[in-house]
């Protein structure tokens, strides 16, 4: 027995080692790619930077907000993966939520792609509102453009990262995550909505608790980084080297565990 124990107190160094190794490789993976959204929750979004509408009107978004509370959207209209159904999903809850929209709330939507143009935004606007179950108010929901450096100073605010690749096809493309915020009227972040399908609940509760500025936690959060673009297929798969990282990892400690445990059982026995 003594001899096993000095056995697995001598392996104990080298699993240890191992560990730290993966958890500096699955770091390094996740470092090279700021991803994903990291929750500001109670800060405010710049109400005062301007941008164009699908009509190529200038406008901010106090401009559109107009003291409503607002469901903001980040997305970009060539986006072949995430943003369609997003979106999509987005333009049947709408129809469902029981509040009256431009009256009660706002919807903006803002590319984060600053190639894209007005005549992009009116396109994918006029399709969403094509799609709903009832006539929508048009005024209610906005598609904006604009420059980088105003697209950053708000997805820097909301903390929503992404990055531009290039396929294979030499199309650029955007790693994003999927998201609704929820801004109060003054454009303080009182929720997150992460993923692409949403219910119509919790939207209206979003928008309700906006109103009043109350400040909300996320109740369930994806985690963008098990997932990758594969420009080939033109959607969104398991980056199966993160996941398998985030495996190892933990197969590795819990075996370690395993060792430090049964070593202080078999040497207390032996006492």
């Known amino acids: 027995m003594a001899t096993n124990t000095l056995r697995k107190s001598k392996l104990a160094p080298f699993f240890m ?38 009509t190529g009107k200038t406008v901010t978004f106090g401009e559109i907000m107009d003291g409503k509370p607002a469901i903001l959207t980040l997305n970009y209209y060539g986006c072949p993966g995430l943003c369609t159904p997003q979106l999509n999903d987005l333009a049947q809850n709408l129809t469902r939520v029981k509040l009256a929209e ?25 399709n969403l509102l094509a ?36 396929g294979q096809d030499g199309r650029e493309v ?13 454009g303080k972040i009182t929720r997150y909505l992460n993923g692409v399908q949403q219910l119509p609940f919790d939207i209206q509760m979003a928008l309700m608790e906006a109103s009043q500025g109350t400040v909300r936690p996320t109740i369930a959060k994806t985690l963008l980084f098990c997932f990758a673009y594969d420009p080939k297929n033109k959607t969104y ?34 006492r």
């Open 102 to 126: 431009n009256k009660d709330y706002k919807v903006i939507t803002l590319s984060f792609n600053p190639t894209e143009t007005p005549e992009d935004a009116a396109k994918k606007k006029a």
């Open 17 to 54: 080692a191992q560990l730290l190794g993966l958890l500096m490789l699955f770091s390094t993976v996740l470092a090279d790619e700021k991803l994903g959204v990291e929750e500001h929750s109670a800060q405010r979004v710049p109400l005062d930077i301007p941008f164009l509408d699908e």
């Open 174 to 186: 955007y790693i994003h995550p999927a998201v609704l915020v929820a801004l109060s009227p003054e």
């Open 131 to 166: 799609s709903m179950q009832r006539p929508y108010d048009a005024e209610a929901w906005k598609f904006l453009t604009g420059t980088e450096a105003n697209i950053r100073k708000v997805t820097d605010s909301v903390g929503f990262y992404y990055e531009k690749q290039v």
């Open 237 to 270: 798969v398991f980056a199966l080297e993160k996941v398998g990282a985030v495996v190892l990892s933990l197969i590795l400690a819990g075996f370690f565990l395993y060792l430090v445990l049964t070593g202080r059982k078999k040497e207390s026995s032996e």
